[in-house]
């Protein structure tokens, strides 16, 4: 006589929490687009309109380092006799974004306030920086022209927005600004001095420090020649002396300091100026 099988015995029904975590990986698309929702505050704000164009021409001086190179007013390095131009750089403004610093900047141009001015500062793939206002005109520092008005944009912080996202970002320096606390006193005293980003990258660091209000248009070959040259760098020993010393305050290590960084060739802004055009949008053909 034949004996019945047993049926087989009946699995177990999974875990719960084996169902959960399947249920809460197939909603976890779903359920973190409602927790992190897009925000279009973090997205890149768009270039704004660019309003007025002005135009500088760079150049080398050969012999600004000499030894036998007089001082005084006489010297300064808009008279360069042996200068070797790099080329012209055209910049675009941001007129409608921080007018007022865009006014200043394309007065001191039209003036040729410019013309003269030191690039002192340069770090190799980030930025160099121009401008430094001081009545020393051999050493490459420049004069506000008269009717200026006061920046209010500095501490307007709707006048950061913009960011340091591609090279060729033309900024008003406040956060590296290199002028002397003197200087800076002076009830005539104007932000003068501006970086340029030479890439090959962003430069997140200037943000929320320095005001963008321009581009480079046209030159930024120009641009790319200037930050190729070698800058002047002290020893690893050299710095760690220069912290101490500024860390116990004494105010030698920070004139030393202002030193670093300069490129070992004289550069400097040889003319400047306003380019006129009737169409603000297209780029116009140089003068």
């Not at 704000?45 to 050969?62: A, G, H, K």
């Not at 030894?67 to 042996?82: H, K, Q, T, V, Y």
């Not at 131009?85 to 610093?101: C, Q």
């Not at 996202?165 to 001095?193: A, F």
Request: charged share 20%.
């Amino acid at each position: 006589m034949a004996t019945a099988t047993p049926p087989p015995p009946s699995l177990p029904p999974p875990p719960r929490h084996h169902q959960l975590r399947r249920r809460s990986f197939l909603l976890l698309p779903f359920t973190s687009s409602l927790l992190h929702p897009l925000s279009s505050s973090s997205a890149p704000l768009p270039s704004p309109p660019i309003t007025d164009r002005v135009y500088m021409d760079f150049s080398l001086c050969p012999s600004y380092l000499r030894p036998d190179r007089p001082l005084g007013a006489s010297s300064e390095l808009s008279l360069c006799p042996d200068a070797e131009p790099l080329g012209r750089v055209v910049f675009g403004l941001y007129g409608r974004s921080v007018p007022i610093t865009v006014s200043n900047f394309r007065a001191i141009c039209a003036s040729a306030s410019y013309r003269g001015s030191l690039v002192h500062k340069l770090l190799p793939g980030q930025f160099f920086v121009a401008g430094k206002q001081g009545l020393r005109r051999d050493k490459g520092e420049v004069r506000p022209p008269p009717g200026l008005v006061r920046n209010v944009e500095t501490v307007n912080p709707k006048a950061f927005e913009l960011k340091h996202l591609q090279p060729g970002t033309l900024s008003l320096c406040l956060g590296q600004n290199d002028d002397e606390d003197d200087i800076k006193l002076d009830p005539e005293y104007h932000n003068m001095e501006f970086l340029v980003t030479t890439g090959p990258g962003p430069c997140p660091q200037l943000d929320n420090e320095n005001i963008v209000f321009g581009t480079v248009l046209e030159g930024m070959d120009v641009i790319t020649a200037i930050a190729s040259f070698p800058t002047y760098r002290p020893a690893e020993r050299i710095r760690q002396f220069n912290d101490f010393a500024v860390f116990i305050g004494d105010e030698r290590a920070q004139v030393a300091r202002s030193t670093w960084d300069r490129p070992l060739k004289t550069v400097y802004i040889s003319d400047c100026g306003e380019l006129k055009v009737t169409k603000p949008e297209l780029t116009p053909s140089l003068p």
